[in-house]
Structure formats: structure tokens, C-alpha cells
Nanobody, 119 residues
Framework: QVQLVESGGGLVQPGGSLRLSCAASGFTLSSYVMSWYRQAPGKERELVASFTNLGGGGPKKTYADSMEGRFTISGDTTKNTVYLQMSNLQVEDPAVYYC?????????WGQGTQVTVSS
């Protein structure tokens, strides 16, 4: 059974940091494209960052323009876990953050973890 379980969300002050984790089970992380999305109230779900080991040549990472430089996605294949390190969090960053895995016809979502930024 495939599962994606996010953790690490919470309340942080502006300028603070959080690290989100996504523990994957039922499949091998290195065979999928792993991503973090976020959805704020009243807004569409948007891509934050993606990570994959597919295609050789080392891990490939992509970021949404507004998050590059502040957010870092990484993966630990020994733990089958993907991380999102978020720094300098701003008032526009609060949302539910979702982990996503896809390859071919496979498409999986986690339940999400809430990130709140407030002083």
C-alpha cells in the first residue's frame, strides 16, 4: 500500500525556518518524481519544488521562482524520505503543504501539513 506521510509543519515567526518531511512507503522514492505543493485558503494548489534521481547524473531539483533561494528540497533514499527545508518564511508562505509522487500512471498525494507564519 502506497503512503506519503508529511510532518514538520507548525507555527513560525516571519523570518523563521521549518523542515518538512515526507516519508514514503509502498514504493521506492528514487523511481519517482517527488514534489512539494502548497495550497493557501482560497487559492489553487501550486508547485513549490520537485526532486528526482531519474535519468542518472545525480539528483535534479526544480523550484518555483518565488521560492528558489529560500526553500531547498532533498531526498534520502536510505530513509525513503523527501524533505523541504524552508528558510526566511514570509507572510505569503502559510498554506497546507502536500507531498506528491508521480511516475507514469502513478500519482500519489499525502494528507498535507499546515504551515503558519505569524508574529
Amino acid at each position: 500500500q502506497v503512503q506519503l506521510v508529511e510532518s514538520g509543519g507548525g507555527l513560525v515567526q516571519p523570518g523563521g525556518s521549518l523542515r518538512l518531511s515526507c516519508a514514503a512507503s509502498g514504493f521506492t522514492l528514487s523511481s519517482y518524481v517527488m514534489s512539494w505543493y502548497r495550497q493557501a485558503p482560497g487559492k489553487e494548489r501550486e508547485l513549490v519544488a520537485s526532486f528526482t534521481n531519474l535519468g542518472g547524473g545525480g539528483p535534479k531539483k526544480t523550484y518555483a521562482d518565488s521560492m528558489e533561494g529560500r526553500f531547498t528540497i532533498s531526498g534520502d533514499t536510505t530513509k525513503n524520505t523527501v524533505y523541504l527545508q524552508m528558510s526566511n518564511l514570509q507572510v505569503e508562505d502559510p498554506a497546507v503543504y502536500y507531498c506528491h509522487a508521480t511516475m507514469g500512471w502513478d500519482d500519489y498525494w499525502g494528507q498535507g501539513t499546515q504551515v503558519t507564519v505569524s508574529s
